[in-house]
């Protein structure tokens, strides 16, 4: 009986040994039927609680490499410590003037304070809310402040070119849905017909070009361009192209130039349809000091901005969450003053000084660069903090059914159990998070690919990796 106690208790404690061997072996296998040199990888999985981690793959752990867009994960980190679960912004309609008769004598200011999920929900709260006051006129300017931030609306680490798409549109203290518009296409009544173009929002702050065509059949090739008007002070979108009789509504997104007149002229849109007018002009200013507040409109918590962040990898939202980091520590906030304070964030974690150079909060420059093991210390990091891990986790894409991981691993047995931070750029593909198991081990992981190879064959190889895992 000692004996065969003896001999179960050493088989036992062979298995995590063997488990890992068998991983290893597996893991290496898909490295080499990947095709895909071992010098353009860097791969670092462990599995365990706490600080207590069993290494199962290394390939170039150390070695500093371009992250791409899972440079939010280092961003979030540092969000979910400078502010607290359930903080929240508040963006301000105020004034100095007096209210007579229904008329307010003076200015109207909307203040800022960062928020990137301010939407035309918020403003509709905000306008509501100010309805309420009763004011129906305001003899006076509406003024947008936007002085929260510096008035640099694009990080110098981004790509040099700029484009007109969402995902580079400008930050500022006073921005609104996302800072971009929405360019509904839908086909004439019958060939030969211009198409039905919608801009939404609609306001004063943008033009419309129509030049679309419909056309017989369902086939469609809509194009649109942003082009900002100097002299008019504005944009001017451009639409055209062919739409099919039978094609269904074609939705295209792109950015503004100007936030805080974007802004304004939106308010100004809003206040009308509730019966409030304007009198003066829309101009960019500050509250003064005396200036009341008439109404205000809460975002949502800190942590579904990160969401926002993580989930869809919106760089607009990281640069405005970094410039809200840097207004802690000195108005104007700037991003340069918050790149401070996640780098700082990140050398407390104990991240080896010579593994990583963050310049950029979102990934979208080949400046970054961290190696998987210093990003892994940073997803560590988020699962061992209580105080975090749950907003985190949160945020992450899930596989197979939400965010930029909503098409990867469906229907396999990475679905739903992988969470993880995706990745991209010209020949740059990254993968951080985590993968669990049904028998409660979970791996943290960090996948980095600097090289030529289709970048949709290391996205599947990347994939292939966690499915073994998970198998």
């Not at 679960?85 to 003037?97: C, H, M, N, R, V």
């Not at 849109?269 to 829309?282: A, H, Y």
Request: net charge positive; hydrophobic share 40%; proline share 4%.
């Amino acid at each position: 009986m000692k004996l065969l106690r003896t001999c179960l208790l050493s088989f036992l404690l062979s298995q995590p040994v063997l488990a890992q061997e068998n991983f290893k072996t597996e893991l290496q296998k898909i490295i080499k039927r990947s095709g895909i040199p071992e010098s353009d990888l860097g791969l670092y999985i462990t599995a365990g609680e706490g600080e207590h981690q069993e290494i199962i793959l290394d390939v170039n752990s150390k070695k500093k490499m371009i992250p791409a867009s899972i440079s939010k994960v280092a961003t979030a980190s540092a969000v979910l410590e400078y502010f607290p679960p359930g903080y929240k912004f508040k963006t301000q309609l105020l004034s100095a003037g007096d209210i007579q008769d229904k008329t307010l004598k003076g200015d109207l200011v909307l203040k800022g304070s960062g928020d990137p999920g301010f939407v035309s929900e918020n403003m509709w709260f905000l306008v509501n809310n100010f309805k309420r006051s009763e004011i129906t006129k305001v003899e006076g300017d509406l003024v947008v402040d936007d002085s929260l931030f510096d008035q640099k609306r694009y990080d110098s680490s981004r790509q040099p070119e700029r484009v007109d798409r969402a995902y580079d549109a400008p930050v500022g203290a006073m921005s609104f849905n996302w800072n971009s518009i929405n360019i509904f296409v839908r086909p004439g009544n019958k060939a030969g017909e211009a198409a039905k173009v919608f801009l939404d929002p609609e306001n004063e702050y943008v033009r419309l070009v129509n030049k679309t065509t419909t056309t017989s059949g369902s086939d469609n090739n809509v194009v649109a361009s942003r082009v900002e008007d100097k002299t008019f002070g504005g944009d001017v979108i451009h639409v055209s192209g062919k739409i099919g009789v039978n094609s269904k509504e074609v939705v295209i997104f792109k950015n503004i130039t100007q936030p805080d007149l974007w802004a304004g002229y939106n308010l100004k849109s809003f206040l009308s349809q509730r019966g409030i007018t304007i009198t003066g002009k829309i101009r960019i200013g500050k509250a003064s000091d005396k200036a009341v507040i008439l109404a205000e409109a809460e975002s949502k918590a800190i942590e579904q901005a990160v969401a926002d962040m993580n989930k869809f990898s919106n760089n607009y939202v990281a640069e405005m969450l970094t410039k809200n980091m840097g207004a802690l520590k000195k108005q104007p906030g700037s991003l340069d003053t918050g790149m401070e304070m996640i780098n700082e964030h990140l050398k407390k974690l104990g991240l080896p000084d010579d593994q990583y150079y963050f310049q950029n909060p979102s990934g979208l420059t080949r400046d970054n660069k961290i190696s998987p093991f210093g990003m892994w210390k940073v997803i560590l990091h988020l699962k061992n903090d209580f105080k975090v891990q749950p907003e985190f986790l949160t945020s992450l894409p899930i596989a197979g059914i939400d965010g930029t991981l909503k098409r990867r691993m469906k229907n396999s047995p990475g679905e739903r159990w992988v969470r993880a931070k995706t990745g991209y750029l010209t020949n740059v593909v990254s993968l951080a998070g985590y993968a669990g198991r049904s028998d409660g081990r979970v791996f943290t992981f960090t996948f980095i690919f600097n090289g030529t190879k289709d970048e949709a064959s290391v996205r599947n190889f990347f994939d292939q990796m966690l499915i073994a895992l998970l198998k």
